[in-house]
């Protein structure tokens, strides 16, 4: 398998190097060349195995010639071992027809870890075969930070930096990334939004000396691999219900846009998917867009579901390549006029092909607390805000015979001002991170300027050299 880049000005690269080099160098993402496609016989065959297995079976197309399947599926078994529920993803019934699938039973109680529990492990299989060192930079608004960090803390041959925007993150999320001691760590809180961190990371790449220099990669979900591996999630629920002989939607609340990407790249693979919804908060560029084709900034507003507090959807990038037919160029133009204007002009029969198969409600705060309260109070679910506002999507758009599986991204505990606003309900953590608010904190609060976030991230990479 073969990757290319969403502007056209990159080398096509093989999995193993598309990993590690995170961004494209023309400041593009890459995608696979071809797709795989799988009949209905092979998504029947797929029925019954083990979410580890399944995900090895899913994922092994994006890795050919890279990784053997063998290793892949230990990889994968390894990666999920440690989750605290047997079936990995389960399904729960909320109502009639409505289900939501829990992806927050890994070690930092959210979905980030589907991903970052197998990506750090793929790093240190490819790392190892090129006797090779990386530095890892990320940008987080709440979760992707502390799985990543759970992911690569104590690695040898990683370094890994995670910027996360100051004050605008969950307690318990600041806390999951800020206790982790281990001297390969470093944890930057940035005065400023996560835009500005994103944009800090994406001008990291874009500094090829230093891009070089440090040996940097990526574990937002602008790396590749971050998102195959999401995708078996989503053909595990569709097969448990029904698949391929019964359609399925989806409703997924979305920030960066890379989760719903996922959903959409299983129907790609031939998954039979009738419909993909987004759940936004107040921060709802892309509801705008789908509603209206309006993807123009506004500024980020705080809100109880912080992870989506984004404007700049980093992967709806890789949707507009794929609706452009691939026109490297045109897409390139369009976004590069995104960053510098704020308004991406979309053309139309592009919006009206993206606004057919995605669909979108945005909640602000009170109607998110309104949605956890009547949820819990109608079928004892505790759903954290992230959550609640996709199962609120996925039951506006629901249609009769269709089952819709609302992506469930994080555990309640993670967000206990809200949840006990919400339902005078306070979540305990578990055990595993019961004493969390005992533990050390190592951050250091840093301006949201390039030349004092690359200092630091050099001395990191200096340190214990």
């Excluded at 530095?135 to 041959?157: L, Q």
């Excluded at 040996?215 to 790396?223: D, E, P, R």
């Excluded at 026109?327 to 993206?354: K, L, N, S, Y």
């Excluded at 949820?375 to 759903?383: D, F, I, K, P």
Aim: negative net charge; hydrophobic residues 45%; charged residues 20%.
């Amino acid at each position: 398998m073969r990757y290319l880049s969403t502007r056209g000005q990159a080398p096509v690269r093989d999995f193993s190097s598309v990993l590690l080099a995170g961004l494209a160098e023309d400041g593009g993402l890459y995608l696979p060349e071809t797709w795989p496609v799988l009949t209905a016989d092979d998504w029947r065959a797929l029925r019954g195995l083990p979410y580890p297995d399944l995900a090895a079976r899913i994922i092994a197309p994006f890795t050919a010639g890279c990784i053997a399947p063998d290793v892949l599926q230990r990889l994968c078994r390894e990666s999920y071992a440690g989750f605290d529920h047997a079936a990995i993803v389960p399904l729960t019934q909320v109502e009639d027809g409505l289900f939501v699938q829990e992806l927050f039973h890994g070690p930092t109680l959210a979905f980030k870890d589907m991903a970052m529990q197998l990506l750090g492990r793929l790093f240190d299989h490819v790392l190892a075969e090129r006797d090779a060192h990386v530095t890892i930079v990320g940008a987080t608004s709440g979760d992707t930070g502390s799985a990543a960090i759970e992911a690569c803390r104590g690695r040898e041959r990683v370094k890994i930096v995670i910027l996360h925007p100051e004050g605008r993150t969950s307690d318990v999320q600041r806390r999951q990334m800020t206790t982790v001691l281990e001297p390969n760590v470093t944890n930057l809180a940035v005065q400023g939004t996560f835009d500005d961190c994103q944009d800090l990371v994406k001008a990291m790449f874009a500094d090829a000396p230093f891009r070089q220099d440090m040996h940097l990669s990526a574990v937002n979900s602008i790396n590749w691999a971050r998102i195959a591996a999401q995708i078996p999630y989503y053909v595990y629920a569709a097969l448990a219900l029904g698949a391929p002989d019964r359609e399925v939607s989806f409703a997924v609340p979305t920030g960066n846009f890379g989760n719903i990407l996922a959903a959409w790249a299983a129907r790609r693979m031939g998954l039979p998917v009738r419909a993909l919804c987004v759940g936004s908060n107040r921060n709802d560029i892309l509801t705008r867009f789908l509603r209206d084709n309006d993807m123009s900034v506004q500024g980020v507003v705080p809100s109880l579901s912080p992870s989506m507090d984004i404007q700049v959807s980093s992967n709806f990038e890789r949707l507009l390549f794929e609706l452009l037919n691939r026109d490297a160029a045109a897409c390139a133009r369009i976004v590069t006029e995104f960053r510098q204007t704020g308004h991406m002009a979309v053309p139309d029969p592009v919006w009206r092909q993206a606004s057919g198969l995605f669909h979108a409600l945005a909640l602000d705060d009170q109607d998110t607390k309104t949605e956890i309260r009547n949820l819990h109070a109608a079928s004892q679910y505790l759903a954290d805000p992230h959550s609640a506002i996709g199962i609120a999507a996925g039951r506006m758009f629901r249609e009769p015979g269709i089952p819709m599986v609302a992506m469930a991204t994080a555990h309640p505990a993670k967000f206990p001002d809200a949840m006990e606003q919400a339902t005078g309900i306070r979540p305990a953590l578990p055990p595993a991170l019961a004493d969390l608010f005992d533990r050390p904190e190592r951050y250091e609060v840093v301006a949201a300027r390039l030349d004092v976030v690359e200092d630091r991230v050099r001395a990191a990479v200096l340190k214990n050299a």
